[in-house]
């Protein structure tokens, strides 16, 4: 018998955990967004149903089941969100490691791994993230897509220097220690703006359940 719990609910639409059977599926439906903001919410789906195609097969993120111009079902990966497990073994960055590799080859940026309830510790102890709005597919591989790339490397890093510092390695360091010249752009001029807009004006926060790990974004 299948059950459905609603995860989520803010601007963009609605978030819902399906159960059935032995399976568990994330439905993301923007068919409830505010009307003046639908237009955005649709277009975060499409960069994350483009970004989760280009990954099918690949361990470690969520596999698109369906999708349209309004909702997208993707697989439920079991798992504790890092700002709970806290996980401060080498073993699990190198596996974060590996699987943002695999990503970059397939020609996928994240865009959002600064927040730590995208990145999972799952139950065998490896590494998966979740949350592919901001994702962004693109075949060429140039330039900005290689600036986006490091800095998907440098808020893992990040994390890394969080939870497991003693094993920040003489190169990490001096990745962490140059952010690139988008990046700094983004915390100088951007993110204020960012933040005053979502959460003074809209009153939107994307960290909204992030607490309870079944509110898989």
């Known amino acids: 018998m299948s059950k459905r719990r609603l995860l989520k609910k803010d601007l ?16 993301r439906d923007t068919r ?28 470690g993120v969520p596999a698109l089941i369906r ?13 504790a969100p890092m700002h709970l497990s806290r996980p401060s073994d080498k073993a699990y960055f190198d596996s974060a490691a590996r699987l943002l590799r695999r990503m970059h080859r397939a020609g996928v ?7 730590e309830p995208n990145l999972l510790v799952r139950d065998d102890g490896s590494a998966a ?25 440098r808020h893992l890093l990040k994390h890394k220097r969080t939870y497991c510092p003693d094993e920040l390695t003489q190169r990490e360091l001096d990745i962490l220690a140059r952010p690139s010249g988008l990046s700094r752009a983004w915390m100088g001029l951007v993110k204020p703006v960012y933040l005053f807009v979502t959460r003074r004006i809209i009153g939107w926060s994307d960290r ?3 607490g309870d790990r079944g509110q898989q974004s």
């Open 208 to 210: 909204e359940g992030a």
């Open 109 to 115: 940026v994240h865009n959002d791994l600064a927040k």
């Open 32 to 59: 409830s967004a505010h009307w003046w903001v639908r237009w955005l919410a649709r277009f975060l789906l499409r960069r994350e149903v483009a970004g989760l195609t280009a990954l099918d097969g690949i361990d």
């Open 67 to 79: 999708s349209d111009k309004s909702r997208l079902t993707r697989s439920f990966l079991s798992g």
């Open 12 to 27: 963009f639409g609605e978030v819902w955990l399906n159960h059935s059977g032995k399976d568990s599926t994330i439905l």
């Open 129 to 153: 993230f979740i949350d592919f709005q901001l994702a962004w597919h693109s075949v060429r591989r140039g330039r900005l897509f290689r600036i986006a790339a490091r800095e998907d490397i």
